[in-house]
């Protein structure tokens, strides 16, 4: 085991803090190499706290200067300071200030957290642990206080200098420096500080809220890409007039700031008043960002202005809380996604992710609660468990007490603990508040890891005309949990009939589609059931679940025809391919069911009413979802054989239907990224992929053609990565094609890189190792390392998990040498091993090795060693 010695945080030892910091003054004096930070912090005893100990500040690699108490320099017998600490023996009674000087090297900072460079920038992130490694601090999101922050440099390097809050002061000063103060009236955790400096464009817009604020939106990017921020100013105005009319909440302040960044760990940051975001999900032109790159960035930039409120006005108390904000705020993503677009397509796709990432994560050694009880790195605790499944949480919250109740629950909520950093249990406690409901057995959701299971079993009388309906729960052991308490379902339901939804009662009420499973197993006795109805069960995937229900092809067809449940019909078209393709794992020459091709078949006829939906009934199960299907002795191999028969029996057989539906699907005029277009595009290109899967000549002559023709990223890409498929020399010539064409966009370049990773043939990991010498790629840039590297272990399944473990080794090297660099990023790669134990018996003990290889590395660092032993244990 490596030693890295881990010291678990646990939620039981919680203590408030002992001292209270109620006003920041940062001086920040830029250099590359040699920062000056001067910190005045104004601290007194936090009078909720019974502890009279020292006052000690974390610290993060951080290198002391000088400190001051009241303005008095200290003597050194007065404190320790270490890079990790700073401690100060005796305070004084009553409030004090304390000023500390650090010194900081901007340009040696590869971690991407505290303050960093990014090309040409300055810029900082500081959630979770970050702000530590600028100043000494009580780095915990418990700590609100009121910051003030001035920058100074050199003007010809940074003429912008950008910080929360307002501007209230800036100036010329001698040898070409210049400096702005800003001030941000709200009181904030450390974790939502933020500082960025440099030559950047800005694109300026403005924005009047409800109560007749006006506030001013700036983004701040690389010279020469201010084109390409219009779709995120536009998605920016959309959140915030939603969150007004939705949630009935206005901006605050009186500048919005976004800045884009090119290397960035996350996706984006919501500092106060300053979001930090990866230029991925900012920057867009029809000709270099995909249909999924405008609703990313939709939903991103949506997210993170969301969180002003959910975060930042109230935000967490301790890191345990992390799903606080975030899981309520995907949540809220989610819904406005949803009222921008299609709702059924959001939820399909947002179902279709959860499933991949969380449903993974949690039925193997990294499974946790939605809020976990111990973490040795929190960083590792950016998981979809805490973001997706916390979001489903909020969404099942909303089900159970009802939509009016659900809104009066969060006007609640932001009216009593604004300001404040606060918990699960405060949260849930307002809705049982407005709803007069015990919503104790629905905390067991934020408690108990691992994905339940409902069964459910139905048995219809037809002379007593009932349909008597038992569902039940199972509840898998996780780590750390063996037994688990009954949880609480929502279960939206109807019974279908040939005709459609059945009318029926419930305890003799007419039923209204919802029912609410509290134990280990429940019947529900149904009536004025005229006919043999199929169970349309968990309608809009209610409960984030796995259901288990023996339903045959005909009644799978019946729900696909006449569901009025739109999530359910898509729902149907994968159970009957999931079907299919396990049988077909087992047994390749299982022949291929007719009915199913008929079906596929009339998706495709009836298409144009809605081509986004039609596009995800037509796609088949995953790869990864059908290993999760399988759940133990894993063959990728295999599974991938069953796909490419499947896809390749439907090219064959509706090959001409194919040709029509991408004809059909064209879409005229220049490019929009509205959900419409996008919709006829994503058709258009799973049609075009189908017909192609067979080797037919006149589909891959199509390709060919769209890939020169194509006016914008979305269709360029789909026919790159169909001919790519192809491994033909066409497909061969065309990734030399782009790879000119686009030489230097870096985040196009990123794509082609994917989708060459992606490629499911013996030779790519050869491919990725000749890429990895590409002039366009860096091990530095955590972008470029996800675009190849990531793509090839998180989404290859077949090389990634090559039977000679090379695909393994590989990535293992590629951790090790990334980690004492950028830890975070290296813990991100190791967890496409989360599935290992799945595996088939050889590829299992090869990735058991090489994840040994590198627990027995020395001096790994926390984010990596806790996931290498995590996954081991
Ligand atoms: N808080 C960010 C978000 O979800 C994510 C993030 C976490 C970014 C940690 C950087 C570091 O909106
Ligand atoms: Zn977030």
Redesign the pocket.
Known sequence: MSDTALEPVRLVDYRVPAFLIDTVHLDIGLDRTQTRIVATLAIRRNPASGERGPLKLDGDSLLFVEAWLDGVPLQTRDYVALPQAFTLHHTPEGSFTLTIETRLDPSANTQLMGLYRSNSAYCT?C??E?FRRITYFLDRPDVLSVYTTRIEASFQEAPALLANGNKIEEGVLNHGRHFAVWHDPFPKPSYLFAMVAGDLAVVRDSFVTASGRHVRLEIYVEHGKESRCTYAMDALKRSMSWDEQVFGREYDLDIFMIVAVSD???????NKGLNVFNDKYVLALPETATDQDYANIEA?IA??YF?NWT?NRITCRDWFQLCL??GL?VFRDQEFSADQRSRPVKRISDVKTLRSQQFSEDGGPLAHPVRPEIYNEI?NF?TATV?EKGAEVVRMLKALIGDEAFGRGMDLYFERHDGEAVTIEDFIACFADVSGRDLSQFMLWYRQSGTPEIRAEGVWDESGRTYALTLSQILPPTPGQPHKQPMLFPIRLGLVGTKGDLRVRLDGEPFEGLVALTEPTQSFLFSEVGEKPVPSLLRSFSAPVKLAVDLDEEALLTLLRADSDPFNRWQAAQSYALKLLLRLVKDPTTPIDPRFVEAISGILERGGDDPAFAALSLALPSEADIAREIGSDVDPQAILGARAKLRHTLGSYLGSELLRTIETMSVDGPYSPQARDAGRRSLRNVALELACANGSKAALAVAQAQFENANNMTDEMAALNTLALSGTDAGEQALLGFRERYGSDPLVIDKWMSVQAMLPHETTLARVKELMRDSAFSLHNPNRVRALIGAFSANNQTQFNRPDGEGYSFIADIILSIDPKNPQLAARLLVAFKTWRSLEAGRRALAAAALRDIAARPGLSRDVADIVQRSLA
């Open positions: 992130q959630e979770a970050g960035f760990n996350m996706g984006a940051m919501e991103i997210h993170e969180h975060g904000k975030e705020t960083n950016y973001y």
